[in-house]
């Protein structure tokens, strides 16, 4: 367990401006904590619900097959979602990072694609989770790289509606409230193959992260050594990326910097010296944390245009 004058060492904001300042090869993998802001849940850990179905349950190749109707419904919502919320300070300032320092690297497993709409070089970003707005057969090769319709088909229009009485649960959201079945012949097809049904872009349980990307990122952590490595509002609990901040450390050169709403004891203790933790919100951290690199962050008039 850290002590409390080791402790205020790995919180300075000060000494973390020093390393900052003399690190180029920079490292951040990024989790649902840093969309928290922009109004998205996470949908892990507790009250990890959604219809009073575990959300973890329906992110699965077996509950797809079991009923596709109820699994393109959550993420029907979980799109709507996304579209609706806007890249918060965090996500700007590590887009800006990028531009700022070319040896960056930003591992995302978010799906929500807030990353692309803040303009993040798309050569500096690892979506290790897919997107939301990928679609793809479910047999074939087939895919749709970046589709935002909302809804995507009239049947899963529940997902986009409004909520008619604030001071009540959403329809879709109340488990109290039936909700009407979804056949097959109404969800998306595949357009190549004419039978198989079109499934979101998302790596479930049980599937295989990209190769090629995976070996992508595997080249840039042994091309040379890495000076900082972000660890953003993640538990770390989800392999491979929750291995990452360790596989990129160098003793004796490597800060590895986490930034979560809380970190834990069993955290602080695992830290070493030259490392840095940050607890609170990273929409509001990190534009500091970051400023004497990328200046004043400018926020969402750098969003380009979402069109619906």
């Not at 959604?50 to 799109?79: I, M, Q, S």
């Not at 909520?163 to 998306?188: C, G, H, V, W, Y």
Request: glycine letters at 6%; charged letters at 25%; proline letters at 8%.
């Amino acid at each position: 367990m850290a002590s409390s004058a080791s402790r205020a060492a790995l919180s300075s904001i000060p000494l973390f401006h020093e390393k900052l300042l003399k690190s180029n090869r920079i490292l951040a993998v990024c989790g649902a904590g840093l969309s928290a802001a922009s109004g998205l849940p996470t949908f892990r850990g507790a009250g990890g619900l959604w219809r009073n179905h575990n959300a973890v349950d329906l992110a699965t190749p077996e509950a797809f097959d079991a009923d596709p109707g109820l699994v393109w419904l959550f993420y029907a919502y979980r799109r709507h979602m996304a579209l609706t919320a806007k890249p918060n300070p965090a996500h700007y300032a590590l887009a800006e990072l990028a531009r700022k320092r070319p040896g960056f690297k930003c591992l995302s497993q978010n799906v929500d694609n807030l990353h692309v709409r803040a303009n993040h070089p798309s050569d500096q970003l690892s979506l290790l989770h897919g997107s939301l707005f990928t679609l793809k057969c479910t047999t074939c090769s087939w895919k749709d790289p970046y589709n935002i319709a909302d809804p995507l088909c009239p049947a899963l229009a529940p997902a986009a509606e409004s909520n008619p009485d604030p001071t009540k649960p959403l329809p879709l959201l109340d488990p109290a409230q039936p909700l009407a079945e979804i056949r097959e012949s109404e969800l998306p097809h595949c357009p190549d193959c004419k039978t198989e049904l079109q499934r979101p872009g998302v790596v479930w349980f049980g599937e295989m992260l990209d190769e090629d990307m995976l070996d992508d990122i595997e080249e840039w952590i042994e091309k040379e050594p890495v000076d900082m490595v972000l660890v953003v509002g993640t538990s770390s609990a989800v392999y491979p990326a929750a291995g990452y901040a360790e596989r990129a450390r160098t003793k004796g050169r490597t800060s590895v910097v986490t930034v979560n709403l809380e970190i834990t004891e069993e955290d602080w203790g695992r830290m070493r010296k030259g490392d840095f933790g940050f607890e609170g919100d990273a929409s509001l951290l990190l534009p500091e944390l970051l400023r004497p690199v990328i200046g004043e962050v400018k926020g969402e008039e750098e969003e380009e245009e979402v069109e619906g």
